[in-house]
């Protein structure tokens, strides 16, 4: 069948963001597999590279499937690039330590049927399918390699997890040895899908759900956590946080507000079925931070975060997507701690737990918060990563174990 000139016209025109996403090889639906939330360039939180970018570097970055399937696809971000972004070449295999990856599953990325994609400013790219058979909780390796300068770098700041550079073109190399530089934040990677139906869960929130506290390159924030309790009922779980952000301001480090980015970053990942959202602490803190990164930040109400929330909600409902509340975690006895804030902290989590709006709840107030008496309002110390604010390793087990289920999966 031939094309007919205006519809060629008006695909040449669409921008790689609009463009509709591949089929699977197998005929079935694409799932999420792992993900990340993107911000623009900032050095907050971790030293990173994504102020300065790259130039002739080869970028690894060990991610974790959530999900399992025959086959794969890439997504590549580059939302917050002023200029076209050249990606020379990339490929994705099976992980062993490190930087080191497995030979024999090796596979190279193309983007329609092109070894090398030029993303234009604000723009993604997704990876034609590759066959790599993956169980959930498998780790596997992207490789990007970038021969000439890339300027500042989509990124996302708080990856718990180490990525590697290395100068010039390493994307087949077996060993880690010339990854020499390492960094704790993710760069241009935003999600792996998986062929065949999935149920995906989202986790949508904050530096708590990011995982802030967790331990480096264990997989231990609770969205991985969850994972694990959902591996074998073929239901995946990604992780939407970013750390530091807000329901009702926008930050030049911290990311949009949530009610801005819900859409990209919740309800537009493959196969969703669920959201869980755990975001409102930082509308509550943020009037005592003084830094650069927290304005604007006015004092909140209760009542302007539980309209905030309901956008989400009606967000959520309108593409058909469960949505799931999580109660404000504790926070007392943290720098930023304040008695009108945690007023306002009591107010909202009041209303998730009675008002029925959430289609669920996930207690995770209840679920960290210290029982002795004269400690209300605190982290369990136990559950405490140290800054009486963010969770500890177990602390995040205790909220993964805090979510119901069948909730999830019905």
């Known amino acids: 069948m031939r094309v007919k000139p205006f519809l060629i016209a008006l695909l040449t025109a669409l921008p790689l963001a609009a463009m509709p996403l591949p089929a699977t090889a197998d005929g079935g639906r694409w799932g999420g597999g792992w993900a990340t939330a993107v911000q623009q360039p900032t050095a907050t939180w971790f030293p990173n590279w994504s102020q300065e970018g790259f130039d002739n570097h080869s970028v690894r970055q060990v991610i974790r499937t959530s999900a399992t399937g025959t086959h794969l696809r890439v997504r590549l971000s580059n939302a917050y690039g002023t200029t ?3 990606l020379t070449g990339a490929s994705i295999a099976k992980t062993t330590t490190g930087a080191a990856i497995r030979p024999a599953t090796v596979r190279p990325l193309t983007f329609a049927r092109s070894e090398s994609v030029t993303m234009p400013a604000g723009g993604q790219a997704v990876s034609d399918p590759v066959r790599l058979p993956v169980r959930a909780l498998e780790q596997l390796t992207v490789t990007l390699y970038f021969r000439g ?4 770098a989509t990124f996302h700041s708080i990856a718990m997890a180490t990525s590697y550079r290395a100068k010039g073109d390493h994307r087949r190399d077996a060993g880690g040895a010339a990854f020499t530089e390492t960094s704790l934040s993710r760069y241009f990677l935003s999600g792996l899908d998986v062929s065949g139906r999935k149920n995906t869960v989202v986790a949508f929130g904050d530096s708590i759900t990011d995982g802030y506290g967790a331990t480096n390159d264990a ?9 694990e309790r959902l591996a074998s009922s073929g239901t995946s779980v990604l992780n ?5 952000n807000r329901v009702l301001n926008d930050s030049a480090c911290f990311g949009e507000r949530a009610t801005a980015r819900f859409r990209r970053d919740a309800l537009d990942q493959p196969g969703v079925g669920t959201v869980i959202v755990l975001e409102g602490l930082n509308d509550i803190l943020f009037p005592k931070n003084t830094g650069a990164c927290a304005t604007p930040n006015p004092q909140v109400t209760a009542e302007e975060l539980i309209d905030g929330h309901r956008a989400l909600i009606r967000a959520a409902r309108a593409r058909g997507v469960r949505i799931i509340g999580g109660t404000l975690t504790p926070f ?3 720098d930023l701690y304040s008695e009108y804030g945690e007023g306002v902290r ?7 737990r009675t008002s029925g709006e959430y289609d669920a709840v996930a207690d995770f107030d209840r679920a960290l918060a210290n029982p002795e008496p004269g400690h209300a309002g605190e982290l369990l110390p136990a559950y405490d990563s140290g800054d009486r604010l963010h969770p500890s390793p177990a602390g995040y087990q205790a909220m993964a174990d805090a979510v119901d289920l069948f909730t999830l999966t019905r």
């Open 84 to 86: 076209p972004l050249r």
């Open 149 to 152: 300068a890339t300027g500042p």
């Open 219 to 227: 997989d231990d924030r609770y969205p991985d956590r969850l994972a």
């Open 240 to 244: 939407a946080g970013i750390g530091g």
């Open 332 to 334: 007392k006895g943290s």
């Open 346 to 352: 009591q107010a909202v989590n009041h209303w998730i």
